[in-house]
């Protein structure tokens, strides 16, 4: 339909100009009223079709062009989520969100001027074949201007895509430097340095500024030029015509000359439209670039096509259907925790600079090790490597006796709970991110999960409930808050398998001392990987892990690690100076281990 009406509005604007001249040339030269009226109605008739066809056209190229970046945005999206977490480290928040709004606007625009300057062109080949058509030799002066516009085509073409991408990607880098202003604000108002965002923000606006208007200034210069070769040829046209006229030259007569007149009028006012859509045209080309070359991206890594479902000893166990009552009974179920073992580890966020060093560990079902060393040991990674956020570079890691390189990335996740230290909270209510885990958790659900962690109350006391709104980033509740939220999402997950990173950094002394005995009923028949710094958290695991530069230096537990007088004594010691050992559980340590106060000499 698009390109119906903007073909037949093609045909119509010309014939407009065509219609005026024979209205003159034939009822007014005659000096025919009657026929001056019906050819006066004649092309007031032409011209409301010629506006009904306008906003068909209109219509149906807005439709066109909101279902084309409705799913362009859908496609994007949608392989922005399959990209892993090494393209996201590497890639600026603001250039991806630069193209999903920025370029794909741009994109749709560019749409719109394709239909637009396809418009002109059909405008223009009418409008030459009724100048064919009504006199030949002045058709030929016209194409005595080809040649020039051919070759204004040919000089302004490369530079106006070259200063287009420029300025697209400025804009993205802008974008960038926004996104990262926003986000650290707390930072920068912390540090007083509002002066050097500024200044950072103004280099960018700066460059920004520079590329436009040198687009600009190099599209002001093209349409004029066109411009003005018609304003030549009119010229060359009333040299040349109206001596034909006078002198009978190639049958030219007054009327025909002044029939021609409209006619070139037409032509060159299509010639300028598409000189002043071109520019922009090729800035939506770089916007549609951007945004398919991220379309289009493929993955640096994805599951293999023959990747199968890790294996849920759970399942035979617990019902499909669940209930308030079957809560109990699915954390029971969830003793059967996970094997983790660590086959000759080594990986690396660059192939050339490994993190994690032929790193050798079994960690039983059930199990809760922890990962302690200073900041850069490794541990976190070895983390992300288990969630396979992240493909081994040598060696492997295997989940009850299965390759992660040969699992589906989703059945590792689906039996996987991550507790971060900087949990993020999407906008909405409490009770929307605790369902995030479990979509189909009822009320009574939630609010069980929230008892046994001992976080009910907490919850119950915020303004709203379990309804209060958490903000953008969870930034209307408190850090310990935000944590608690985290931790009941991660018990509503039912993991078979717990990685807690740094989970409890953002937790008071108060509020952690009340959740350690339900954490241990969190962790308890869960196979758990617990990344600490507070010695009241590591002291209960049963496995103390101990990495420096990607390597593991000592494994065993609390007391036989202290007795051994190594790296985590001397890391025991750093954290009991520093205050970082926080109050011991108030319930005994577990098979024997000692509490933070003992040991130590």
């Given amino acids: 339909m698009v390109l119906v009406t903007t073909v037949i509005r093609a045909v119509q604007r010309p014939l407009l100009f065509w219609a005026t001249a024979a209205v003159i040339n034939g009822p007014i030269a005659a000096h025919d009223a009657k026929g001056a009226w019906l050819g006066s109605a004649g092309f007031l008739a032409l011209a ?8 068909l056209r209109q219509r149906h190229l807005n439709e066109f062009g909101e279902q084309l970046v409705h799913d362009l945005r859908r496609d994007l999206f949608a392989n922005l989520q399959r990209q892993p977490s090494s393209y996201f480290h590497k890639t600026k928040l603001g250039r991806i969100i630069s ?20 418009q002109e062109f059909v405008q223009l080949a009418v409008c030459g074949g009724l100048m064919l058509y009504q006199n030949f030799v002045l058709f030929l002066v016209i194409l005595g201007f080809t040649p020039f516009l051919l070759w204004s085509n040919r000089y302004f073409h490369p530079r106006l895509q070259r200063f287009s ?52 200034t190099t599209s ?20 040349i015509g109206g001596y034909g006229a006078l002198h009978g030259f190639a049958g030219l007569e007054i009327e025909s000359l002044v029939a021609f007149f409209f006619l070139p009028t037409s032509f060159f006012l299509s010639v300028q ?42 399942t035979a166990l617990v019902p499909a259907a669940r209930g308030a009552a079957e809560l109990e009974r699915t954390q029971a179920a969830g003793s059967a925790g996970a094997r983790v073992e660590f086959r000759g580890l080594t990986f690396g966020y660059e192939p050339t600079r490994p993190v994690l060093r032929d790193v050798d560990l079994v960690v039983a079902p059930g199990q809760t090790v922890a990962l302690v060393g200073h900041t850069g040991s490794g541990k976190s990674t070895m983390a992300s490597v288990v969630a396979k956020f992240y493909l081994p570079t040598a060696g492997a890691v295997l989940i009850d006796g299965h390759d992660t390189r040969a699992l589906s990335s989703q059945s590792i996740r689906r039996q996987l709970g991550l ?39 907490l919850f119950l006391a915020l303004p709203r409930g379990l309804d209060t709104e958490v903000g953008e980033g969870g930034t209307s509740l408190s850090l310990g808050q935000r944590q608690l939220v985290c931790f009941t999402r991660a018990l509503l997950a039912e993991p078979r ?5 740094e989970a409890t950094s953002a937790i008071d002394p108060v509020t952690e001392h009340r959740i350690q005995r339900a954490l241990a009923r969190l962790l308890s028949g869960r196979t758990s990987l617990v990344i600490a710094h507070r010695l009241s958290t590591i002291v209960q695991a049963d496995m103390i892990v ?56």
């Fill in 273 to 314: 439209a598409a000189a002043s859509y071109y520019p922009m045209i090729l800035a939506a080309q770089v916007g549609a670039e951007r945004v398919f070359q991220l379309i289009d991206l493929t993955p640096e890594w994805e599951d293999t096509p023959d990747a199968y479902d890790l294996p849920d000893p759970r």
């Fill in 546 to 601: 101990v990495l420096d530069h990607g390597r593991i230096l000592e494994r065993g537990s609390h007391h036989s690690l202290l007795a051994r007088r190594g790296a985590y004594h001397a890391l025991y010691r750093e954290f009991v100076a520093s205050g970082l050992a926080g109050e011991p559980p108030t319930a005994p340590a577990r098979r024997g281990q000692l509490l933070p106060a003992e040991g130590l000499s």
């Fill in 497 to 501: 398998l717990l990685i807690l990173d």
């Fill in 48 to 55: 409301v079709s010629t506006a009904f066809v306008f906003h």
């Fill in 99 to 118: 193209r999903v709004v920025s370029d794909i606007e741009t994109a749709r625009r560019g749409v719109q001027l394709v239909v637009f300057i396809a």
């Fill in 419 to 457: 507790v971060q230290q900087n949990n993020f909270l999407f906008a909405g209510t409490v009770r929307d991110n605790l369902r995030f885990a479990q979509p189909g958790a009822s009320d009574a659900e939630l609010s069980e999960a929230a008892r046994r962690l001992d976080c009910l109350d």
């Fill in 220 to 239: 002001a210069l093209y349409a004029p030029l066109l411009g003005l070769t018609g304003q030549f040829f009119l010229a060359a046209l009333l040299l």
């Fill in 165 to 216: 991408r420029a300025a697209a990607e400025s804009q993205s880098r802008l974008t960038g430097v926004l996104a990262e202003a926003v986000r650290g604000v707390r930072v920068i108002q912390g540090f007083t340095r509002q002066g050097r965002g500024e200044a950072a923000f103004a280099r960018r606006a700066d460059h920004l500024a520079d590329d436009n208007v040198l687009l600009a």
